[in-house]
């Protein structure tokens, strides 16, 4: 009841404000509050805007480029060791003793091979003690 009788007081000023030309009436204070409001709502959609528009910042485009600038460096690293075989070719196509470079290669090779069958199966192990 009581909202029944404040909105018809506000029509009722409103008509007597209108009529009378008097500067506050109710619809005064309503547009400014509407007028807040549509300023509130007009600078939260602009700073949406901006924030949106990190996508043109990051250019998106140049995506691939960075992705590729960052992942061919490691890749190279992981796939480095190829070129020992490149660097044993190289250094085989100048020299004329062909033959006893593949002799001593494979004698490392065994050599390495077996120092490390021995030293893994002959090696000292520890007790959980931590005593030998």
């Known amino acids: 009841m009581i909202l ?15 009529v009378y030309n008097l500067k506050y009436r109710p619809s005064y204070f309503l547009e400014r509050g509407a007028d807040l409001c549509i300023y509130f709502w007009t600078k939260l959609g602009e700073l949406f805007a901006r924030l949106s528009s990190y996508i043109h910042y990051l250019r998106l485009e140049e995506l691939a480029i960075s992705t590729r600038e960052l992942i061919e460096p490691l890749w190279n690293s992981l796939t480095s060791f190829v070129y020992f075989l490149k660097g044993y070719m190289n250094f085989l196509n100048k ?4 033959t006893s470079l593949y002799i001593g290669s494979v004698s490392i090779i065994t050599g390495l091979v077996g120092v490390g069958y021995c030293s893994t199966s002959f090696g000292v192990e520890v007790n959980s003690n931590n005593t030998v």
């Open 95 to 98: 020299v004329p003793y062909k």
């Open 4 to 18: 029944i009788y404040s909105f018809s007081s506000l029509i009722i000023w409103q008509h007597i404000a209108r």
